[in-house]
């Protein structure tokens, strides 16, 4: 297969501790009166409030919109949107982790375009450009501060659902890992661990012939050559820091790596996206209400395993990027080795083992298995073909933690 490459970037992407600073300048070109899209927490921040010191020193008004709840049902964007559309505004600024993020994105949307956000559930549905969008991560996790989707909770639904669009991609984000420092050893985990599935799943997903329509057809496009060298930088960054941020919050070098790694993955995975982690934590979430991170993590070396026979290489070289010692073993050893350390590294963080840990029960299983077949833009990525028997084999494998079955399960090797 020829080279090929395609990445979905904002047009400015800022890195660096003290870069919070260069808000009001970006803002200032973009608008005059901005949403600010946060939580209650954060706006009482002094972080917080210097920021919005230096917005309105730069002449942009704002009125701030902090109710933004994890999980992020509908009602409640549709008050920030309220509040958005009482204020006039004309620039969104969301600062916090993912779901200040994804709530941002929605609301920059909604305030572009009519209807409710179920018009634009799916990938490419929104039909032009949002308003303005800056966006400034507080956590190392989502990556959405650089991707096309954002997912939210919508009661009619049994599971989370996303919409997935180019025009969702913010127009700058700002990442400073000094915004990170204040966060917890629980939260940083279960978000290191989503932003290190995000850069294994976009290493391993499928790569598809690279035709003329491809980006038109696909909003994640499966694994090509600029988003792998993302999620390798991301793998190689996270693993080596995770752990010591979350033993260390202070750890200066942990969380500019963790930062720089987990905004990697999001470029990695905002691309090329996720598959069948993500597919099997959305109704594990439903059904247990625990974090996005702790399930995808969960999965993660389950998925791997299942994943094997048509990844096998891929799995190698994430091991080298993690720094293992691999000398002198087979590909076939280096991607056993690979799976052991990636589970190890989540275990040494507080990740359950199993889905069992996290709270589904037997009877649970097979609505399990049938709700993340529904997740079609995930499916349709994972470098194994999945149907229903095969799903429901990874499931059970990772409720009773089990990768030896999978294993032995591993159907028919890849034809390259």
């Not at 693993?239 to 999001?266: F, H, P, Q, Y």
């Amino acid at each position: 297969m020829s080279l090929f490459g395609a990445m979905r970037t904002p047009r400015n992407l800022v890195f660096g501790a003290g870069q919070r600073g260069a808000l009001p300048g970006y803002a200032a070109r973009l608008g005059r009166r901005a949403l600010v899209v946060t939580d209650a927490r954060l706006s009482e921040d002094a972080d917080f409030r210097r920021l919005m010191d230096g917005l309105k020193a730069a002449g942009v008004e704002f009125s701030i919109f902090d109710g933004t709840i994890a999980e992020l049902p509908l009602e409640c964007i549709a008050k920030g949107v309220e509040t958005g559309k009482a204020f006039g505004v004309d620039l969104v600024i969301g600062i916090g982790g993912g779901s200040c993020l994804d709530a941002a994105k929605v609301a920059a949307l909604l305030l572009a375009h009519p209807g409710k956000a179920s018009d634009y559930y799916g990938e490419f549905k929104v039909p032009g450009p949002v308003l303005p969008l800056i966006l400034l991560p507080t956590t190392s996790g989502t990556g959405s501060e650089v991707t096309p989707v954002a997912v939210i909770t919508d009661p009619d639904r049994a599971i989370k659902v996303g919409i997935a669009s180019p025009h969702l991609i913010c127009h700058t984000a700002i990442c400073d890992p000094e915004l990170t420092y204040s966060c917890p050893p629980v939260l940083t985990a279960v978000s290191g661990a989503d932003a290190l599935t995000h850069a294994i799943e976009a290493y391993t997903t499928i790569r598809r012939q690279p035709t003329a329509s491809i980006v038109h057809e696909h909003v994640f496009l499966g694994k090509n050559a600029l988003s792998d060298a993302y999620a390798l930088m991301a793998i190689s960054h996270i693993s080596a820091s995770l752990k010591r941020a979350c033993e260390n919050g202070n750890d200066r070098e942990a969380r500019e790596r963790l930062m720089l790694g987990a905004t990697a993955a999001g470029l990695a995975f905002g691309t090329a996206g996720t598959a069948a982690a993500h597919a099997v934590q959305y109704p594990v979430g439903a059904m247990t209400h625990t974090a996005h991170g702790a399930g995808v993590a969960v999965m993660m070396p389950y998925v791997m395993e299942f994943n094997r026979s048509y990844c096998e290489l891929e799995l190698a070289e994430i091991g080298q990027a993690m720094g293992l010692e691999l000398a002198d073993k087979s590909i076939s050893e280096r991607a056993d080795a690979t799976i052991d350390a990636v589970a190890t590294i989540f275990a040494s963080i507080g990740i359950p083992k199993t889905i069992a840990d996290l709270g589904i029960v037997v009877a649970q299983l097979p609505q399990v298995a049938e709700q993340a077949m529904s997740s079609a833009r995930l499916i349709k990525n994972n470098p194994r073909p999945l149907d229903l028997t095969t799903m429901a084999i990874l499931v059970n494998a990772a409720f009773t933690g089990d990768r030896a079955r999978l294993r032995a399960n591993a159907g028919a090797r890849k034809i390259n």
